[in-house]
């Protein structure tokens, strides 16, 4: 059973405009949602997360907005910039416990 | 931020061969670091979980007599592949998460196998 599911697959996007992707997840439990921006050949890195007892999360250009009763979240890109192209993961983990499970990934491509 | 190696970065190696692959964290002590599997356009996936001083615990459906995992200190983490055939060939990623308890993960850069 797929704990997280992630769409779109992939994503164009002009230069300004605003990139939204989407997950759901499964275990109401889960209680850290961390979103990862990864380019090719290089490992994921930590772009912003969330915890549940709040509805959205802003750093920058990137928001979270967490929806608990919907068991969904999602990761918001302002003003979209070419070099937002780049895969993005969703995860979900149980705070104090190891396992992350990630969703599928999203390719973004931002046209200039 | 924390900083989290891998080497090599890539390595190609015959079929049957073993290659081990390095996973450091550079600026923090990591009890706990994390291997992946990546293959290619697709998610992460979790091979195992390695604790500084115990075995590793493996993810259902990993060989753990095929991917040795040994975690001799707190910043080192290795991955060995024994007797590698070319399905082994993906892209695999190290994690580290700090003593101090902290939720944060932190990559390594990945190293790309290729057996041939």
Known sequence: QQQVKQSPQSLIVQKGGISIINCAYENTAFDYFPWYQQFPGKGPALLIAIRPDVSEKKEGRFTISFNKSAKQFSLHIMDSQPGDSATYFCAASLYNFNKFYFGSGTKLNVKP | ?116
């Open chain 2, 1 to 116: 931020g924390a900083v989290v190696s891998q080497h090599p970065s890539w390595v190609i190696c015959k079929s049957g061969t073993s290659v081990k692959i390095e996973c450091r964290s550079l600026d923090f002590q990591a009890t706990t670091m994390f291997w992946y599997r990546q293959f290619p356009k697709q998610s992460l996936m979790l091979m195992a979980t390695s604790n500084e001083g115990s075995k590793a615990t493996y993810e259902q459906g990993v060989e753990k007599d095929k991917f040795l995992i040994n975690h001799a200190s707190l910043t080192l983490s290795t991955l060995t592949v024994t007797s590698a055939h070319p399905e082994d060939s993906s892209f695999y990623i190290c994690s580290a998460r700090e003593t101090s308890g902290a939720h944060q993960k932190y990559f390594g850069p990945g190293t790309r196998l290729t057996v041939t």
